[in-house]
């Protein structure tokens, strides 16, 4: 899979029978649990432990549907860092239909990484930060 203008990391998920719902389509739900799984996968491959001392919250997320999905096709979703702060990062997706290129879906997520017992900010550093960057569109980098 070829890079996105502005997204560098691509990849896919498989779309679920039970995903489709009575309309015979992916159910707009499930696009937000796509996001969430291409997300965290990111940043697990980057190191980040999600049971460790600090995890990362969501007190943004949306998502603009432009046509629909079915299984058994896939979602090609394109992943980059719309911004990044000293404590979150705002994560920019667009995800389409692997079987034709068709955009399906355009969405953000915003994470703030927390202490888990306090629950109080941290600042993104090392080498998390470092690989956010590489991932940034062009105007972030």
Known sequence: MAPVPDHPFVTEV??????NDQF????????????????????QAQGFD????????????????????SYPDRFVVALSVA????TSVTWSLELSRASDGVAVATGHVVHVFVERATRTPVPIGGSLRAAMTSIARSEQA
């Open 14 to 19: 498989p779309t679920r029978w039970l995903d």
């Open 24 to 43: 015979g389509h992916v159910n707009n739900a499930v696009h937000y649990q796509v996001m969430d799984t291409v997300i965290n996968d990111w940043l």
């Open 50 to 69: 999600p049971a460790g001392d600090v995890v990362d919250l969501v007190p943004e997320s949306g998502c603009r549907y432009h046509a629909e999905i």
């Open 83 to 86: 911004r990044l702060g000293r």
